[in-house]
């Protein structure tokens, strides 16, 4: 049973581009987090979403970020125009029921340079 | 606003050398409070969730209590494979899938 696979682990982009991070959660799994570490800081909560829905984007900033979760295939993280404030490592959460704090997978992540 | 601190930043120890690591919170109505083994490059791996006060779980060489301002994980006779970034996270009474994680712990244990 694989675990929570993102690519691409590392991604670099030039001020101004998109980037755009996968996530696909542990089979079986149908709700996925998103978290973002900046450097020296600890994860923060960005987003939770279920199959083609958007619970919870308290934690995303108000421009450029976008998610989805589409019927078939992966979740995306999508940054707009990114800044080199956007540098940061970036992961992914499953979980099978819903609100599952208790039972989360994180994948390996994916470190996303802004040059 | 809810707060997770931990301390120390880092900590070296000797193979065999017992040591505590801590976890400061305010999380409004705590209703879990986690810990997590993070290795470089890797994301974090959940390793205990503590829900009252007075509560602990052990696993091999881990031990974690809980109190009601903060948690502890002893480390009883390290190893060098137990060198990692262990992170604190808590879960508020007002949600339970948002975790408010601390700045971690870097744990180096040397042979």
């Known amino acids: 049973n694989a675990g929570v696979m993102q690519n691409p682990r590392h991604l670099v982009r030039r001020r101004g581009q998109e980037a755009r991070l996968r996530c696909s959660p542990m089979?079986?799994?149908?709700?996925v987090y998103w978290y973002r570490q900046l450097p020296e800081e600890g994860l923060k909560f960005m987003v939770y979403?279920?199959?083609?829905?958007?619970?919870?984007e308290s934690g995303m900033p108000k421009e450029r970020f976008s998610a989805e979760f589409p019927k078939e295939g992966p979740s995306i993280l999508r940054i707009q125009q990114v800044v080199r404030g956007d540098s940061a490592a970036y992961f992914c959460?499953?979980?099978?029921?819903?609100?599952?704090?208790?039972?989360?997978?994180f994948g390996s992540g994916t470190q996303l340079s802004v040059l | 606003e809810d707060q997770v601190t931990q301390s120390p930043e880092a900590l070296r120890l000797q193979e065999g050398e017992s040591s505590s690591l801590n976890c400061s919170y305010t999380?409004?109505?705590?209703?879990?409070l986690f810990w997590y083994r993070q290795d470089p490059g890797k994301g974090p791996e959940f390793l205990f969730t503590?829900?009252?006060a007075g509560e602990e779980k052990e696993k091999e060489r881990l031990k974690a209590t809980l109190t009601k301002k903060e948690s502890f994980l002893h480390i009883t006779a390290p190893k060098p494979e137990d060198s990692a970034t262990y992170l604190c996270?808590?879960?508020?009474?007002?949600?339970?899938?948002?975790?408010?994680f601390g700045k971690g712990t870097l744990l180096t244990v040397n042979p």
């Open positions: 959460a499953s979980s099978q029921t819903q609100g599952g704090a208790e039972e989360l997978f």
């Open positions: 089979k079986g799994h149908s709700h």
């Open positions: 979403l279920q199959k083609e829905n958007i619970i919870d």
């Open positions: 999380v409004s109505g705590l209703r879990g």
């Open positions: 503590l829900y009252s």
């Open positions: 996270a808590g879960l508020s009474g007002g949600s339970n899938y948002k975790l408010t």
